[in-house]
């Protein structure tokens, strides 16, 4: 579409400021917060997506305002002064790129705890545990009220003095709209009680704010405007808030949410991943926006341009806020202007970025290992000095990422590959239909390698001869793993691996008992496929609780069908031995509390899944005959220099990547993809 003509390349006039095109990353925390302040890594990773040509970074998700409102996961402060000079920064980075900048500002509520930071009492409307982060929450006192509502207007002052273009209240499950809720408010004070009451601390905060701020500095509001929970903020309500709000002339857009947030099923609903529908909430923020003639703003998976286009062409939406597409690819813009759509990386909905936050990480992207290492890691991969012959062998997640950005770099690449397709444990993955969206990672890479006239040979199980008839000056062994067993006592040969029931080569039994000794997608994968067959499944794991590698958003969907299917999850427990018993198989289970503890399962099936082994025997033929024996300087790796230390005569560098090295995950492969070959 001719970017004179194309609905979200149009401005758009907030108040004063002017937004140079539709599209937003919402306010969202990725925890590269250092003491709580924006330094240098929060700042850089917001400044690439100015670069590609954001309209609006919305910083933070939330910054909290109060002492009393200890980061959950790693919020920024917005309560300290020493704030203001790191915003400042990051502000005049993305203002220099013309991408404007705000910040979400809340008060946490119910949704933190009290064992952190200064241990002061957790504060809500009403004294209503939130189950996600387990505080029992005590009623905000009048005294409690007044403090907070200082902080807000504080900490607004703050943002203003940074150079921010305005701010955001943070109303969807913490503790602004927690009064709103009937589900969180049961006071019977003038906080309680009617709508009028209930929005009573809400008014005075933004009269706070509007005081210490004037009256020209944009003030928005995320809201949740229908809480979809019987328990909760009805529609009817929500939508009456929505309108007072924008009727009052103190608020100058809304940023519209529908659901809630209390558990992490409840999240999901709010967040989509893979396998749900895609902007589920898109129709209804139009309704809102069509009731209250007020800017809309609004995210929830709209993750292609297409939809994001359709949401402004329809008068739905104002801005439309693509966030985890940016995280994949902060360049959208940029590549739209560009007439080069499909090159944009795609968000495939696998939420790693989002797991990793609620379990404590930082947000990493599963196939952009550049997103938040934007200090050492490129988006746009620069062209080397000195063009190599590269060989990869191996079209898995790392060796087609480092065929890639070899390519990118100007270096002539080869790639062989077993298989007579590519993609490795990702074409595994993608077997569970719910999950058929990470063949994205696959085919956006294919389609790159395509155009940069990169050649796959399929069917090719490769030698040494193989690759030295190829004259390499890099060779990357990409080969991957194989599954592997766990430790038995007996019954090796009677044990079926998970990769055989995602691959369909083998059938689920009818009675099937699956132990996961690793915690992840893999063997979570399978005893969905497996429950959804229809066989009766018990899941035994080792470990406190049962996938610890995966995060909560994931944990959804499979426990969803876990509980739909009746099926059994046995934690704290091994699988010991196998053996058969008649046409059918016991399995002896024991503790690592109670080591003369034994259970005895008779079941048509035991399936096992236990991490992988490098498929490394190429690697071993061509260590001897590299330069440097395999070597590499993890030192120069992380730091900068030659990664290629010389420890004999050769005529090629060598390395491995991925699981040729040992057991891991699809981001430690592209990971590893990207900051190798970018040193070639």
């Given at each position: 579409m001719p970017t004179a003509t194309d609905p979200l390349l149009q401005p758009f006039q907030l108040k004063h400021l002017t937004l140079k095109n539709r599209i937003m990353s919402t306010s969202h925390e990725p925890a590269y917060s250092e003491d709580g302040m924006p330094k240098e890594r929060y700042r850089l990773y917001h400044r690439e997506k100015?670069?590609?040509?954001?309209?609006?970074t919305m910083t933070a998700g939330s910054a909290v305002v109060s002492r009393e409102s200890p980061p959950a996961f790693g919020n920024l402060h917005a309560y300290r002064d020493e704030i203001v000079p790191w915003l400042r920064e990051l502000a005049d980075d993305c203002h220099e790129q013309g991408a404007a900048v705000m910040i979400q500002l809340t008060h946490l509520g119910r949704r933190t705890s009290w064992n952190k930071a200064d241990w002061l009492p957790v504060v809500s409307a009403s004294p209503i545990r939130e189950?996600?982060?387990?505080?029992?929450?005590?009623?905000?006192?009048?005294?409690?009220?007044?403090?907070?509502?200082?902080?807000?207007?504080?900490?607004?002052?703050?943002?203003?003095?940074?150079?921010?273009?305005?701010?955001?209240?943070?109303?969807?499950?913490?503790?602004?709209?927690?009064f709103w809720s009937p589900a969180t408010n049961r006071r019977e004070d003038e906080y309680g009680g009617s709508l009028d009451n209930r929005l009573r601390f809400t008014w005075m905060v933004i009269d706070s704010v509007r005081k210490a701020v004037g009256p020209d500095f944009i003030v928005g509001i995320r809201m949740v405007a229908d809480e979809d929970w019987e328990l909760g903020l009805s529609r009817e309500e929500g939508v009456e808030i929505a309108r007072r709000l924008a009727a009052s002339g103190k608020f100058d857009f809304l940023n519209v949410i529908r659901g809630h947030i209390d558990t992490d099923a409840a999240l999901n609903e709010v967040i989509p991943i893979q396998g749900m529908r895609s902007s589920p909430h898109l129709d209804f923020a139009g309704e809102v926006r069509q009731l209250t003639k007020f800017p809309v703003f609004h995210?929830?998976?709209?993750?292609?341009?297409?939809?994001?286009?359709h949401a402004v062409a329809e008068g739905k939406l104002d801005m439309v806020g693509m966030t985890r597409a940016h995280i994949a690819d902060p360049h959208i813009v940029r590549k739209i202007m560009a007439g080069e759509e499909h090159r944009i990386r795609p968000c495939v909905g696998a939420t790693y970025c989002l797991d990793r936050i609620y379990e404590g990480g930082e947000a990493l992207c599963i196939h952009n290992a550049a997103t938040g290492r934007e200090l050492t890691m490129p988006?746009?991969?620069?062209?080397?000095?000195?063009?190599?012959?590269?060989?990869?062998?191996?079209?898995?997640?790392?060796?087609?990422e480092a065929a890639r950005v070899a390519a990118e770099a100007g270096h002539g690449v080869s790639v062989l590959?077993?298989?007579?397709?590519?993609?490795?444990?990702?074409?595994?993955?993608?077997?569970?239909?719910?999950?058929?969206?990470?063949?994205?990672i696959v085919d956006w890479r294919l389609d790159e390698l395509a155009r940069l006239g990169v050649g796959i040979r399929y069917n090719v199980w490769a030698e040494a001869n193989d690759v030295l008839e190829m004259s390499p000056d890099i060779v990357v062994v990409a080969t991957g793993g194989m599954p592997q067993n766990p430790r038995l006592e007996a019954g090796d040969a009677l044990v079926t691996s998970s990769w055989d029931i995602m691959a369909g080569a083998?059938?689920?039994?009818?009675?099937?008992?699956l132990y996961d000794d690793n915690g992840g997608h893999q063997g979570m994968g399978a005893a969905e496929m497996i429950a959804e067959g229809g066989s009766k499944l018990e899941l035994v794991s080792p470990e406190r609780f049962f996938a610890p590698e995966m995060g909560g958003m994931n944990h959804v969907p499979y426990m969803r069908a876990f509980h739909r299917r009746?099926?059994?999850?046995?934690?704290?427990?091994?699988?010991?031995?196998?053996?058969?018993?008649?046409?059918?198989?016991?399995?002896?289970?024991?503790?690592?509390?109670?080591?003369?503890?034994?259970?005895?399962?008779?079941?048509?099936?035991?399936?096992?899944?236990?991490?992988?082994?490098?498929?490394?025997?190429?690697?071993?033929?061509?260590?001897?005959?590299?330069s440097n024996r395999g070597a590499i300087d993890y030192g120069a790796l992380v730091n900068g220099g030659d990664i290629f230390p010389v420890r004999g005569e050769g005529g090629f560098q060598l390395l491995r990547i991925g699981d040729a090295v040992h057991s891991r995950n699809i981001h430690a492969a592209i990971y590893d993809g990207l900051r190798y070959a970018m040193r070639f």
């Open positions: 100015a670069k590609g040509g954001i309209a609006l189950p996600a982060h387990r505080a029992f929450p005590k009623e905000a006192e009048d005294w409690d009220i007044e403090r907070i509502i200082a902080d807000y207007a504080a900490a607004a002052q703050r943002m203003q003095a940074a150079g921010l273009d305005g701010i955001e209240f943070e109303a969807y499950g913490h503790l602004m709209d927690g995210a929830a998976r709209i993750a292609d341009v297409a939809t994001a286009r988006h746009v991969i620069a062209k080397a000095l000195r063009p190599r012959n590269v060989v990869v062998v191996g079209a898995g997640p790392a060796g087609l590959e077993a298989a007579d397709q590519a993609g490795g444990q990702v074409q595994l993955a993608a077997k569970n239909p719910r999950r058929k969206e990470m063949i994205g083998v059938k689920p039994g009818e009675t099937v008992l009746n099926v059994r999850i046995t934690i704290n427990t091994r699988l010991v031995a196998v053996s058969r018993s008649g046409n059918q198989l016991l399995a002896v289970l024991g503790s690592d509390y109670a080591p003369d503890h034994r259970e005895e399962r008779l079941v048509d099936q035991v399936v096992v899944e236990h991490g992988t082994l490098p498929i490394d025997e190429l690697y071993a033929e061509l260590k001897p005959l590299s």
